[in-house]
Nanobody, 126 residues
Framework: QVQLVESGGGLVQTGGSLRLSCTASGRTFSNYNIGWFRQAPGKEREFVAAISWSGGTRNYLDSVKGRFTISRDNAKRSVYLQMASLTTEDTAVYYC???????????????????WGQGTQVTVSS
C-alpha cells in the first residue's frame, strides 16, 4: 500500500510561484514513477508533469513547460513541483499519483497510476 500526501498549495497572485510537495510512504519509493495532475472547477482532471523512478525522464504538459519543474528526492520519499509565472488558468486542485508498475516512464496517462493523494488547492488570483 502506498500513501501520498500533497502539501504546499495556497493562494498566490498572477505571476507568483509555489512549490508543491508530494511525500510517499513505502520502502520502494525509488521504484515509483510519480505524476502531478490537476482538476479545475468544471473540468476534467489533466496531466501536468511526471518524473520517472530514476529522475532521468521528465514529462510536462505543453502549457506548463518552462514554468513548472518536477524533481524528486528519493531519500526524502518526496517529489516536488516548482511552479512559476502562475496564471489564473493554473487554478486547480493538484494531485500527485504513483505508478508502481515500472512499465512506463513518466507517463501522462492517468490509467497508469494506481495510487493517488487527496490533493492540494492552488488558487491564482488576478
Amino acid at each position: 500500500q502506498v500513501q501520498l500526501v500533497e502539501s504546499g498549495g495556497g493562494l498566490v497572485q498572477t505571476g507568483g510561484s509555489l512549490r508543491l510537495s508530494c511525500t510517499a510512504s513505502g520502502r520502494t519509493f525509488s521504484n515509483y514513477n510519480i505524476g502531478w495532475f490537476r482538476q479545475a472547477p468544471g473540468k476534467e482532471r489533466e496531466f501536468v508533469a511526471a518524473i520517472s523512478w530514476s529522475g532521468g525522464t521528465r514529462n510536462y504538459l505543453d502549457s506548463v513547460k518552462g514554468r513548472f519543474t518536477i524533481s524528486r528526492d528519493n531519500a526524502k520519499r518526496s517529489v516536488y513541483l516548482q511552479m512559476a509565472s502562475l496564471t489564473t488558468e493554473d487554478t486547480a486542485v493538484y494531485y500527485c499519483a504513483a505508478d508502481t508498475g515500472r512499465i512506463h516512464r513518466a507517463s501522462a496517462a492517468q490509467e497508469h497510476y494506481n495510487y493517488w493523494g487527496q490533493g492540494t488547492q492552488v488558487t491564482v488570483s488576478s
